[in-house]
């Protein structure tokens, strides 16, 4: 009975999570639709490319007919929505292909970048806390607290400039962007590997600092609760002490990290992707939003919105699995 209680809530949290979700969607795209079309951009001059300069205004007119961007913005954002229930995103003009086929292109590039950086970026900040946790006020503490400082105020895209300048140009050692070798025409598991390091690292680092100050703080108040103190005097090992006590109730405070930073992952991996030629969905993000590609731009902010609502979730179930005196009744 026990083992089935959590489950249920969970699966209980998940249906109200979805339930909620459907409004904010709606008026993430119908906010989407507003602003493209408020926007100083012209859709069909981008969507006719240098022609466009030299055509008439009749040419323009009619091309303006044809891609429906003479209507109403509601009614195009209508328009596009009861598609999209069919599962119908429609077709991309500034790719000039579907939109279902330039999102299924790119976002398995793109996750596998973000889910990457978010292992690195907990790992390290998970063992980094610990040891800084461990001793607060020592050379290791000072040391990376500082850096993770300092790191918390760099730009993703600043770090990525400067990885490139060091790993790649310097030292030679890793490549400077892209999927595979230039002189390679075959994408191969080893090669994007090798390209993926970088871009990765540089990701992971940027949202290092967050995991690594929660970890920090909650070992070492942890430490100080009378559960671990007498874990001590029992005489455990100061490794049992640290790993079976102190650092699962150092952990709590972190879960809360997973859903409140997908956003900041979105974002970095935007501007990783756009530094180191990653083939993601970053270049599809801006050519939509310079283009004013209402079908694209609306897939594509949806898409960010139920990864952002998917990571709240998630922070929150896991927060819940971890103490069962939060529950699942959010």
Do not use: C
């Not at 598609?83 to 398995?108: K, N």
């Not at 952990?251 to 756009?274: K, W």
């Amino acid at each position: 009975m026990s083992r089935r209680l959590p489950w249920a809530a969970m699966a209980r949290m998940t249906g109200r999570r979805a339930l909620a979700a459907v409004p904010v969607l709606l008026a993430v795209t119908l906010a989407v639709f507003a602003v493209a079309a408020a926007s100083p951009f012209d859709p069909v001059r981008a969507y006719a490319g240098a022609a466009g300069l030299t055509a008439s205004q009749e040419n323009l007119d009619q091309l303006r007919a044809n891609l429906g961007t003479d209507r109403p913005w509601l009614t195009q954002w209508w328009d596009w929505l009861s598609h999209a229930v069919r599962l119908d995103l429609g077709d991309s003009g500034v790719m000039r292909q579907p939109v279902a086929d330039v999102i299924a292109e790119r976002i398995g590039w793109s996750v596998l970048l973000a889910a990457t950086a978010f292992l690195v970026a907990v790992t390290l900040g998970t063992a980094l806390g610990v040891l800084a946790g461990r001793r607060r006020g020592g050379l290791v503490d000072r040391a990376v607290s500082s850096a993770a400082y300092t790191l918390e105020a760099a730009p993703a895209f600043w770090l990525g400039l400067l990885a490139i300048w060091f790993f790649s140009l310097t030292l030679g050692a890793l490549p400077v962007g892209g999927l595979t070798d230039t002189a390679s025409d075959t994408v191969t598991a080893g090669q994007v590997a090798h390209h993926l390091v970088l871009p990765a690292l540089v990701l992971g680092v940027s949202q290092l600092p967050w995991f690594f100050l929660y970890v920090r703080q909650g070992v070492a108040d942890a430490l100080e609760e009378d559960p671990v103190r007498g874990a001590r005097a029992r005489g455990l090992a100061e490794r049992t002490v640290l790993t079976g006590h102190a650092l699962r109730s150092g952990m709590l405070p972190m879960l809360t990290l997973v859903g409140s930073r997908v956003p900041e992952l979105i974002t970095g991996a935007l501007l990783v992707e756009s530094v180191f030629s990653w083939p993601g969905i970053a270049a599809a993000t801006v050519q939509a939003a310079v283009s004013v590609d209402f079908p694209l731009l609306a897939a594509l902010t949806v898409l960010a919105t139920a990864a952002v609502l998917l990571g709240n979730l998630l922070s929150d179930l896991l927060y819940g699995l971890a103490d069962p005196r939060v529950g699942f009744d959010g």
